[in-house]
């Protein structure tokens, strides 16, 4: 396991991290992309094309979130940053079970399931209903503009800057659940090396950035990473 101190550590999660509380992932043989059309309900083309079918995909991932639970892998993450003055959780996943378990330094680089974007006046607003072809934006008013304010394939994921900065800073990269497959978050792990960074990947199997990583722990996330997370806070206490 980890040996040193980190000062500044990086986490990036990945669909994997919420897998143990009954969410699917996407690239796993019964994941999202095995049963929906990529192109069809995750691209602007797509949602030109038939706005209603990627509403409807969208409305049924954010009923099925209602009542799930964050699991040890996101207690422990909390725990982490709660214990560690420098700590900035970078997630892939929609979903809000990072924030559930406490994490606060938290980039939601893909969006939020729970949340809506106006396509006309480009305000965001938190949202837990259905969404359709005639909601109202409560901001502008204007029927037919609403969409989930989640990043589609082809579309610039939120807050780059801030994390380029964190992975030119950190001398500690984790990335916990996450198959590697969609850029630019599977080029941080090569960012932060680069940087001098140690990089440690926490996955079921090794993905397909593996030999980018110093170290790789296989397993469950709501196995291994809390084990992973005691260690670093021992290792912090040694020094
Ligand atoms: P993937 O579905 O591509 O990868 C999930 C990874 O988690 C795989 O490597 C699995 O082996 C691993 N995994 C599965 N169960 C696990 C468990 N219980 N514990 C630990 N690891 C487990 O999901 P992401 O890499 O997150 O983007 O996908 C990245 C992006 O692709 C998503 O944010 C989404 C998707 O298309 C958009 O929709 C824009």
Redesign the pocket.
Known sequence: MVAPRYERIVILT???VS??SGIS????KD?IWAKYD?REV?TPEGFARNPLRVHEFYNRRRRDSAGVEPNAAHVALARLEQTHPDVLVVT??VDALHEAAGSRKLIHM?GELLSALCARCGERHAWHEDMGLETVCPSCHRPGCMRPNV???GEMPYRMSEIENALARCDLFVSI???G??YP?SGFVAQARAHGARTVEL???P?SGISHFHEAIQG??SEIVPPFVEQLLRNAELM
Do not use: K, M
Request: glycine residues 14%.
């Open positions: 990945g669909a994997g897998a143990d992932t996407f690239r796993d994941g990529v995750a892939q996943n893909h990043v589609w394939f659940g996450t198959s497959n969609v978050a996955n079921l199997e993905s469950r996330a």
